[in-house]
């Protein structure tokens, strides 16, 4: 049982995206992560720093809004793992509604299973899919949906999704919209797409270009 007013620090969120993982998913980017890739394609939420303070509850309310709608959601960062006890309670309470849970992360999956933290140990129990390592910006991934570079593995740690399924097996996703704070771009974008968008929009800086973490 987790304690639903446990706060923590949000970046954004993006109610229902394909653009990260399979089906349509409500994604979460936390504020905060301790690694430095090089090429983070989210340097906007390295800092622990600003992003909006949340509780549990109310990120639950915003997920249970659209949970006929989505099959799952996704945590990214930022580092979901620098967030685990709210990012546990967010992925215990999603199951709860019958959604998957999948986590990208910077670390890799013996590193966190080593932790003798009981909230890593907590999340690790909810995810459904589980995307680990750094982002290694010369080893670009350009075949597997979704994941930044080939370093990076899925792990699937239930049996809700398996690696044969076909959504893994197509191209990736950009999704550009325009919101409250003007363009927002989220899916794993090439740079090149990346640097024309931002050429398009001149007059405004680009606010959130959200892609995989770790
Ligand atoms: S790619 Fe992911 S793990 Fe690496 S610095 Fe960026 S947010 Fe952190």
């Known amino acids: 049982v987790f304690d639903s007013d446990i706060s923590f620090s949000l970046a954004q969120f993006v109610p229902c995206t394909e653009a990260e993982g399979p089906g349509k998913r409500f994604a979460l980017w936390f504020q905060g992560c301790p690694l430095r890739c ?7 939420f390295l800092k622990f720093e600003g992003g909006e303070s949340w509780t549990v509850d109310r990120i639950m309310q915003e997920i249970a809004a ?15 793992f620098a967030h685990a006890k709210a990012a546990a309670a967010i992925a215990s309470e999603t199951q709860k509604l019958g959604l998957s849970v999948m986590v990208f992360s910077g670390f890799i999956r013996e590193e966190l299973e080593s932790r003798p933290n009981p909230e890593i140990q ?12 750094p982002y290694l910006k ?40 325009f919101g409250p704070n003007g363009l927002e771009v989220n899916g794993f974008p090439s ?15 680009l606010p959130a270009v959200s892609g995989a973490s770790g």
């Open 38 to 44: 090089s090429g983070c394609c989210n340097p906007e």
């Open 66 to 80: 659209v949970s006929d709608q989505i099959e799952g959601i996704t945590l990214l960062g930022g580092e979901p």
């Open 122 to 133: 907590q999340l690790l129990q909810q995810i459904d899919i589980l995307i680990d390592g």
């Open 138 to 177: 010369d080893q670009p991934d350009t075949t597997r949906r979704w994941i930044g570079s080939q370093n990076q593995r899925i792990h699937f740690l239930t049996s809700r999704y398996r690696a044969e399924d076909e959504c893994w097996k197509q191209p990736n996703t950009l999704e550009i919209r």
């Open 191 to 205: 740079l090149p797409t990346v640097d024309f968008w931002k050429g398009k929009f001149t007059r405004k800086p």
